[in-house]
């Protein structure tokens, strides 16, 4: 079987990172994957700042180390999600983990899915 690495190298072609992050939220908003974003609004603390868990855990997979530890341990499940997402949708990998390293980004993603 391939491995995930592989089959975005094969399928990667360099699309927005933007359109793919929405069209990955419009794809993912059903079902089980409705449950695990609503999870994902929950607001968490950590050194008196409050934000939703998906902001920390995009913060995460951007690179940041200061985040709560529910964020260190589904930052790797958001990591899977991004590569599979990204060979999907024939994006650009390293354009999509880019994207969450701006603080606007990471709040305009969660407001998005929090409306879709």
């Known amino acids: 079987m391939p491995e995930i690495d ?10 927005d990172a933007t359109g793919t992050i929405v069209a990955a939220i419009r794809l993912l908003n059903k079902g089980v994957t409705r449950w695990a974003l609503r999870a994902l609004m ?5 050194q008196g700042e ?3 868990l998906m902001e920390w855990a ?5 690179g940041e180390k200061q985040c709560p530890t529910i964020a260190h341990l589904i930052a790797p499940l958001l990591e899977i999600g991004m590569k599979l997402t990204a060979a999907y949708l024939r994006s650009d990998e390293d354009a999509l983990r880019q994207m969450p390293s701006d ?6 993603t969660h407001n998005y899915s929090e409306g879709a």
């Open 103 to 108: 603080p606007a980004v990471r709040r305009g």
């Open 58 to 62: 995009l913060a995460k997979y951007a």
């Open 42 to 46: 929950k607001e968490v603390e950590m």
């Open 50 to 52: 409050k934000k939703p």
């Open 6 to 15: 592989d089959i975005i190298e094969r399928r990667s072609s360099g699309t």
